[in-house]
């Protein structure tokens, strides 16, 4: 009966937070295995999701929203090699997206576990179709993958790396491509320090920090004292240097802690999320820095409380654009739930702790992600424990607000090609309705994802379109035709039969 009235209480004390709608299962139609999501938010409020499915070795899903999570597409698979993605401690595949292309980094065992490299796939189609590459050390093992898009639209891979066979920890590398995934740099060394070396079971963070300049957050191992460093890039060295210490609470722990920093910033600010542990329990903190990171001197816990038994970690953060820094966290509390609260810029205390999940069960929630648009409306996805294991979302937009948002898709529409299946001519038709020119791209996509026709690329106006294309010069086989418009892209198929 204690607990029980414990739990009303707590629930009553999170409720006058921010509010986070009733969450989505977006894992359903595959088994309930699923773990580690992934997700990325275009300005625009296109929310893309990735995870990893277990069952029967392991495969990345995909899945995606135009508008705002209310609805989302089909889920994909983006691996070509089924069964062997992997994943280890709360490290998943990463997703980044630039433009019409989405990007997607995980670690594979198709060739042994002791070969475990890092893999990189890219699809232009709204993951109808992926194109896949192995970026990581041939004859290495790769665990841990962390990817970034930068804002002048480099991507950068960082990984831990091992010995094959004898699992001899190396250090933590990076790979970059300043031409959307084609190409990938030589490995450069995050981690080339002394004394101690990365917590090699802990995940990385990439983080760009306004000026430009890319950090690269890890947790330190000296001794099993694993507080957390960083380093930055030097692009024209093609090196990592300045290590730099962000957390002082000489945290000793002999087992591995599966935690990364979660980094944000904006104008001189960095914030940083991170677990550490106080008289045995873990909990999650709040560390500023206001000379993005030259030194951390305020740290802020997630509640003001003295109540004991309670373990939280796993923090995922993200920023406003008025500064203000918002957190998830798993917290042991009633069986295990997600976590949200704020800080508003110029407090020094944490505000608005909200309950995120929806669900009362004994099972914990888990592997908390946040993401935010460019209405600061705010994106929640995690693993959600009532039936096995799904993917929830949820997000700060209420379901019957969301008609107040200008949609996409009543901006423009895809037709079906005419005649479909031809040979060799068809007919693209699609219709637009806007006030003024829009710029749009109308390219044909082949099934391994890549753009063999640019049918238009311009701006267009109101109205009724017809383009023609002519695919004498192609082989009978499945095409894509793609029209991207204002951040948006529809996408149907077409038969070329010879």
Avoid at 165 to 189: L, Q, V
Avoid at 381 to 410: C, Q, Y
């Amino acid at each position: 009966m204690k607990r029980r009235i414990f739990i009303i209480s707590f629930i009553c004390q999170l409720a006058f937070g921010i509010n986070f709608s009733e969450s989505t299962l977006i894992s359903d139609g595959v088994t309930s295995h699923n773990l580690y999501p992934d997700m990325a938010v275009t300005d625009s409020g296109n929310i893309f999701i990735v995870w990893v499915n277990t069952h029967g070795g392991g495969d990345i899903h995909f899945i995606m929203s135009n508008d705002y999570g209310q609805t989302f597409s089909d889920i994909s698979t983006v691996n070509s090699v089924p069964n062997y993605a992997t994943t280890i401690g709360y490290s998943g595949p990463q997703v980044e997206v630039w433009g019409d292309t989405i990007h997607v980094l995980w670690t594979d065992q198709r060739n042994g576990y002791d070969h475990t490299s890092a893999y990189y796939a890219r699809s232009v189609d709204q993951g109808i179709t992926w194109e896949e590459t192995q970026i990581g050390h041939p004859n290495g093992v790769n665990f841990y993958p962390e990817l970034l898009m930068d804002s002048q639209g480099t991507l950068h891979a960082s990984f831990h790396y091992f010995l094959s066979e004898s699992f001899a920890y190396r250090h933590i590398a990076h790979t970059f491509s300043a031409d959307g995934g084609n190409t990938w740099s030589a490995f450069s060394d995050v981690s080339d320090y002394e004394p101690g070396e990365p917590c090699d079971c802990c995940p990385i963070d990439l983080h760009e920090l306004p000026n430009g300049q890319l950090i690269s957050g890890f947790r330190n191992n000296v001794s099993n004292i694993r507080d957390m460093y960083s380093t930055l890039w030097n692009p024209e060295q093609n090196s990592w240097s300045n290590l730099s210490r962000m957390s002082y609470d000489d945290f000793f722990i002999s087992y591995c802690p599966t935690n990364c920093p979660a980094l944000v910033s904006q104008d001189s600010t960095l914030g940083m999320a991170y677990m550490t542990e106080i008289n045995g329990e873990s909990r999650v903190f709040l560390s500023l820095s206001e000379g993005l990171g030259d030194t951390f001197s305020v740290v802020l816990p997630m509640e003001m409380t003295s109540e004991t038994n309670i373990y939280q970690s796993h923090p995922a953060a993200t920023i406003t654009s008025n500064g203000n820094i918002h957190i998830l966290w798993e917290d042991s509390r009633n069986g295990g739930d997600i976590l949200y609260g704020k800080r508003e810029i110029g407090q020094n205390y944490i505000t608005d702790i909200t309950t995120v999940n929806d669900s009362l069960t004994s099972s914990p929630e888990i592997a908390p992600k946040l993401g935010k648009d460019a209405n600061d409306n705010l994106y929640a996805v995690w693993v959600d424990r009532r039936m096995g294991r799904h993917i929830r979302f949820s997000s700060t937009i209420a379901p019957d607000l969301s008609t107040k948002f200008e949609n996409i898709p009543s901006l423009f529409k895809l037709l079906e090609p005419f005649p479909n299946p031809f040979n060799p001519i068809t007919t693209i038709r699609f219709n637009v309705d806007v006030e003024k020119e829009l710029f749009a791209s109308l390219n044909v996509i082949d099934i391994r994802g890549r753009i063999v026709e640019i049918l238009l690329k311009d701006f267009i106006e109101s109205g009724q379109h017809e383009i023609q294309w002519d695919a004498s010069t192609y082989s009978s086989g499945i095409f894509f035709i793609s029209l991207t418009a204002n951040g948006q892209t529809k996408t149907v198929k077409s038969v070329l039969v010879k």
